[in-house]
């Protein structure tokens, strides 16, 4: 077996292992305590929110939006 050959076995392994999170949900996966929310707490996290990056700050105002209709 050939030095490449075990090279592509370990980034196989590898992968099989790491998953790259998106940009948009990096933070609740690193930084939160939490476990799991609901949509609600999702929506409304304030850790969330306000890492989020400017090109999604469209996502943030439908959330704030939802949020807003909710609770009315």
Same mark, same amino acid.
């Given at each position: 077996m050939? $030095?490449?050959?075990? /090279?592509?076995?370990?980034?196989? *392994?590898?992968?099989?292992?790491?998953?790259e /999170?998106?940009? !948009?949900?990096a933070?609740?996966? *690193?930084?939160? $305590? =939490?476990?799991?929310?609901?949509? !609600? !707490?999702w929506?409304?996290?304030?850790?969330r929110?306000?890492n989020t990056? =400017?090109?999604?700050?469209?996502? $943030? $105002?439908?959330? !704030?939006?939802?949020?807003? =209709?909710q609770?009315a």
């Open positions: 050939g $030095r490449s050959s075990l /090279v592509e076995i370990c980034h196989w *392994f590898i992968a099989q292992w790491v998953a /999170v998106p940009d !948009d949900l933070i609740c996966e *690193f930084d939160c $305590r =939490k476990s799991q929310c609901s949509f !609600d !707490d929506s409304r996290c304030t850790l929110i306000s990056p =400017k090109e999604l700050v469209p996502l $943030r $105002r439908l959330a !704030d939006d939802l949020g807003k =209709k609770v």
